[in-house]
C-alpha cells in the first residue's frame, strides 16, 4: 500500500470503528517510515471531525461515536510513546482533567502527550472530575498549570465552578489556569477568568510554555 492509501484507509476504518484494522494499519504506516503526526492529523483526527458531523446530522448515533472513538483511542495508545519520544528535559507540571459531567477523553489525552513530548511532567486525573478533586489534586502535586477540558455546551460551566473552587481553597494565585475542548472559545476562556485557552493541542503546549515563562519573569524565577 502506498502512504496515501494507509491514511485512507486509516480515515475510513477509522470513522466505521473498525479497531483491529486500525491498531494493524496504524503499524503498517510506521513500518513504511510514515510520522506519527502524519497518521495522527491527516486520518485520525479528521475522520473523527466526521464521524462527529456524521452524528450531528443524525446519520451516527452514539454507539457509532463510541467505537470509532475506541478505535482512535487504540491507534492514539501505540503512537502516544512516539510522539512523545522527545527526551525534552521537564519545563513544569501540569494537572489536566475532564470536568465533572464529561467523559470525553481523547482530546484531553492528545494534549496530555503533546505536553509529555514537550518536556511536562503530566498528571491527569482523568474524565468526570469534581471541583472538590481538582483542588485536592492542586494540594498533592503543586502543579504549575491547571487544565480542564470539556467537549459539552453543558459541561463548560464547569469551568467555572472549578475556578471557584480553586479560589475559595486559596489556591487560584498559585496556579495557571487552561481550559480547552471542541466547544470552548477564547471568549469563554476569558468570560470565566482562566488564564489561557487553545484550540488544538499543539497550540496548548506553546501557549502553556507561554504563561509559565510569563509566570516566571512576573515572580523572578
Ligand atoms: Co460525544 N459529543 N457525546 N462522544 N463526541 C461531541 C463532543 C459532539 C461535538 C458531537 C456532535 O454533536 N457533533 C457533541 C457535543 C455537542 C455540544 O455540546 N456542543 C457530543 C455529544 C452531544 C455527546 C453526548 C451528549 C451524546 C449523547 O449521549 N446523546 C454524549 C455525552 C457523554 C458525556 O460526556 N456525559 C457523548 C458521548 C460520546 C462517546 C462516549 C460516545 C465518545 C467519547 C469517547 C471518548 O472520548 N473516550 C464521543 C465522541 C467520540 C465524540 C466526537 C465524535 C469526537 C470527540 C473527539 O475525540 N475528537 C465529538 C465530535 C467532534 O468533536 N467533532 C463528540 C477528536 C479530538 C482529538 O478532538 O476532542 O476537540 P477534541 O480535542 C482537541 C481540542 O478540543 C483541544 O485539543 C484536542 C486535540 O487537538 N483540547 C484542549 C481538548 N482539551 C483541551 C484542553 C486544553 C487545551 C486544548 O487546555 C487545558
Same mark, same amino acid.
Given at each position: 500500500?502506498? @502512504? ?7 480515515? @475510513? ?9 486500525? /491498531? ?16 495522527? $492529523?491527516?486520518?485520525?483526527?479528521? *475522520?473523527?471531525?466526521?464521524?462527529? +458531523? ?6 451516527? $448515533? ?12 487504540? +491507534? ?17 507540571? $501540569? ?6 459531567? @464529561? ?11 503533546? /505536553? ?13 472530575? *469534581? ?19 470539556? $467537549? ?13 473552587? !480553586?479560589?475559595? +481553597?486559596? !489556591? ?22 482562566? @488564564?489561557?485557552?487553545?484550540?488544538? +493541542? ?8 507561554? !504563561? ?10
Amino acid at each position: 500500500m502506498t @502512504d496515501e492509501e494507509i491514511l485512507r484507509a486509516l480515515y @475510513d476504518e477509522t470513522l466505521v470503528g473498525n479497531g483491529p484494522r486500525v /491498531l494493524e494499519l496504524t503499524e503498517q504506516g510506521l513500518d513504511a517510515g510514515m510520522a506519527p503526526e502524519t497518521m495522527l $492529523f491527516e486520518a485520525l483526527i479528521p *475522520s473523527l471531525e466526521e464521524v462527529g +458531523a456524521r452524528f450531528e446530522r443524525g446519520d451516527f $448515533f452514539v454507539p457509532e461515536m463510541l467505537i470509532a472513538g475506541r478505535a482512535m483511542a487504540g +491507534a492514539l495508545d501505540r503512537l502516544r510513546p512516539l510522539l512523545a519520544e522527545t527526551g525534552a528535559q521537564t519545563v513544569g507540571t $501540569f494537572l489536566m482533567s475532564t470536568v465533572k459531567g @464529561d467523559v470525553h477523553d481523547i482530546g484531553k489525552n492528545l494534549v496530555n502527550i503533546m /505536553l509529555e513530548g514537550a518536556g511536562f511532567h503530566v498528571i491527569d486525573l482523568g474524565v468526570q472530575v *469534581s471541583p472538590e478533586k481538582v483542588v485536592a489534586g492542586v494540594l498533592e502535586h503543586k502543579p504549575d498549570i491547571v487544565g480542564f477540558s470539556a $467537549f459539552l455546551t453543558t459541561t463548560m460551566p464547569m469551568f467555572k465552578a472549578n475556578i471557584n473552587a !480553586l479560589q475559595k +481553597a486559596g !489556591l487560584r494565585d498559585q496556579v495557571i489556569v487552561m481550559v480547552g475542548g471542541a466547544p470552548v472559545t477564547q471568549e469563554y476562556a476569558d468570560a470565566v477568568g482562566a @488564564d489561557g485557552y487553545a484550540a488544538d +493541542a499543539s497550540t496548548a503546549v506553546r501557549r502553556a510554555k507561554e !504563561l509559565i515563562a510569563t509566570k516566571r519573569a512576573a515572580v523572578g524565577v
